[in-house]
C-alpha cells in the first residue's frame, strides 16, 4: 500500500536559516504529492502540490520537487521566518481509487519552531 | 466562499455515550472526506462522498462509526458508545476534483 515518511521533528531552526524537511514516499503508479500546513489552532491548509515527475511545487517561498529516482518530496525554505513555524505534513494521492476518490496518505508531521 | 466548517469544536463524552459531528463543505465542491487525526500523527482516511453516495469506507471505520451527507450538501459522522480510543480530531475535507482539498478546523473528541 501507499505509505509517507517524514523527517522527524521537533526542528527548530533560527530565524533567516535554510530549511530542508525530507519526505520519501512508497506508492503504485504515478501519485501526486503535496505538502500540508498546520498553524496552532488552525486546520490543514495546502501549502504546495506537484503532480508528475520533475515538477516543482512552490508557494511563500517553500518549495519542492518531484523526484522519482528517488521517490521524494522535500520541503525546503531558503530564509525561515517566525510565521513559519507550524507542522509540516507531507502527503500523496494516487488518484487512481474508485469514484474520483483523491484520498491522501500522510506523513507523521514535522514540528518547525523558529526562534528569533 | 466560507470554507469548510465544522461543529462542534470540541466535544467531551463520556464512555458508551454517542456523538454526532456537522460539516459543512464549500458549497459548489462535490467531493467529501472524513479523516481522523490522532495526537502525533497525521491524518487517517475515514471515508469518502461523492455528492451524496458514499463511496469509500476505511477499514477503521467500525460499524460504530457512520457517516451520511444527505442532498450531497453537508455531511454528519456519528460515532455510537464511543471508546477511550476513539479519542481524536475528526477532520472533514471538501473538493470540487483533483489538486487537493480544502480542510475544516475539525472536532476535538474527548472521551472520558
Known amino acids: 500500500g501507499n505509505s509517507v515518511t517524514q523527517m522527524e521533528g521537533p526542528v527548530t531552526l533560527s530565524e533567516e536559516a535554510f530549511l530542508t524537511i525530507n519526505c520519501t514516499y512508497t506508492a503504485t503508479g504515478y501519485p501526486s504529492l503535496f505538502w500540508y500546513v498546520q498553524y496552532p489552532g488552525e486546520g490543514l491548509q495546502l501549502l504546495l502540490k506537484a503532480t508528475k515527475a520533475d515538477d516543482k511545487g512552490s508557494n511563500k517561498g517553500f518549495e519542492a520537487t518531484y523526484r522519482k529516482e528517488t521517490t521524494s518530496f522535500h520541503l525546503e525554505k531558503g530564509s525561515v521566518q517566525v510565521s513559519d513555524s507550524a507542522v509540516y505534513f507531507c502527503?500523496?494521492?494516487?488518484?487512481?481509487?474508485?469514484?474520483?476518490?483523491?484520498?491522501?496518505?500522510f506523513g507523521t508531521g514535522t514540528r518547525l519552531t523558529i526562534i528569533p | 466562499d466560507t470554507g469548510v466548517s465544522q461543529d462542534p469544536r470540541h466535544k467531551i463524552t463520556k464512555r458508551g455515550q454517542n456523538v454526532t459531528f456537522r460539516c459543512d463543505p464549500i458549497s459548489e465542491h462535490n467531493r467529501l472526506y472524513w479523516y481522523r487525526q490522532t495526537l502525533g500523527q497525521g491524518p487517517e482516511f475515514l471515508t469518502y462522498?461523492?455528492?451524496?453516495?458514499?463511496l469509500e469506507k476505511s477499514r477503521l471505520l467500525s460499524d460504530r462509526f457512520s457517516a451520511e451527507r444527505p442532498k450531497g450538501s453537508f455531511s454528519t459522522l456519528e460515532i455510537q458508545r464511543t471508546e477511550q480510543g476513539d479519542s481524536a480530531m475528526y477532520l472533514c475535507?471538501?473538493?470540487w476534483g483533483p489538486g487537493g482539498y480544502t480542510f475544516g478546523s475539525g472536532t476535538r473528541l474527548t472521551v472520558v
Open positions: 475535507a471538501s473538493s
Open positions: 502527503a500523496l494521492s494516487d488518484g487512481a481509487s474508485n469514484f474520483g476518490n483523491e484520498k491522501l496518505t
Open positions: 462522498f461523492q455528492n451524496e453516495a458514499q
